[in-house]
Antibody, heavy 116, light 112 residues
Framework: EVQVVESGGGLVQPGGSLRLSCATS????????MSWVRQVLGRGPEWVAH????????YYVDSVKGRTTISRDNAKSSLYLQMNSLRVEDTAVYYC?????????WGQGSLVTVSS | DVVMTQSPLSLPVTLGQPASISCRSS???????????FSWLQQRPGQSPRRLIY???NRDSGVPDRFSGSGSGTDFTLKISRVEAEDVGVYYC?????????FGQGTKLEIK
């Protein structure tokens, strides 16, 4: 069974930093586009960042551009999201999502709460 | 950004009856290779979203055949032939032809 497991969420003060990690298994991670998608409780999902299979292509939604870096380690089948200068409006559940030829894989999410 | 507009936003359905959700995009989702970069996702209460259909009408592995997708260009429809209790949740349409990828507002399906 495909596994996608996020970690690293938690409570952080405005202006602080956080690094989310996503460990995956049982699919060919290195051939998949990978993304971070966030969802505020009670609202629809929002794409945050997207990275190509080899890591050379990276895309960010405007609201996080300049504050956020997506990266991946294909040898470890892992995805990361470094978030800096966090704002209250960044509070959400963050999902790691894989887009592969064989399917579309979502993790259970990691809650990030930005609050003083 | 590509705007995705769903209707209805609330959908009460009797068990065993059909259901239909519409989605319209603000621009064509047909890519240069001829494929349409469009998906439907389901989010059951308390769960992560799950893709049901991609490329207009292709069901993902494990998705029951009572779910079907249709449409073209900018107008798309998700149909459930006979609603079951496990279908309760929020359904989102999504485009991935342009960055940022965007979702519709969501349609909440509930049992009458």
């Amino acid at each position: 069974e495909v596994q996608v497991v996020e970690s690293g969420g938690g409570l952080v003060q405005p202006g602080g930093s956080l690094r989310l990690s996503c460990a995956t298994s049982r699919f060919t991670f290195s051939t998949c586009w990978m993304s971070w998608v966030r969802q505020v409780l009670g609202r629809g999902p929002e794409w945050v960042a997207h990275i190509s299979p080899d890591g050379s292509g990276k895309y960010y939604v405007d609201s996080v551009k300049g504050r956020t870096t997506i990266s991946r380690d294909n040898a470890k089948s892992s995805l990361y999201l470094q978030m800096n200068s966090l704002r209250v409006e960044d509070t959400a559940v963050y999902y790691c999502v894989g887009f592969c030829s064989g399917g579309n894989y979502w993790g259970q999410g990691s809650l990030v709460t930005v609050s003083s | 950004d590509v705007v995705m507009t769903q209707s209805p936003l609330s959908l009460p359905v009797t068990l065993g009856q059909p259901a239909s959700i519409s989605c319209r995009s603000s621009q064509s989702l047909v890519y240069s290779d001829g494929n349409t970069h469009f998906s439907w996702l389901q989010q059951r209460p308390g769960q992560s979203p799950r893709r049901l259909i991609y490329g207009i009408s292709n069901r993902d592995s494990g998705v029951p055949d009572r779910f079907s997708g249709s449409g073209s260009g900018t107008d798309f429809t998700l149909k459930i032939s006979r609603v079951e209790a496990e279908d309760v949740g929020v359904y989102y349409c999504m485009q991935y032809i342009d960055w940022p990828h965007t979702f519709g507002q969501g349609t909440k399906l509930e049992i009458k």
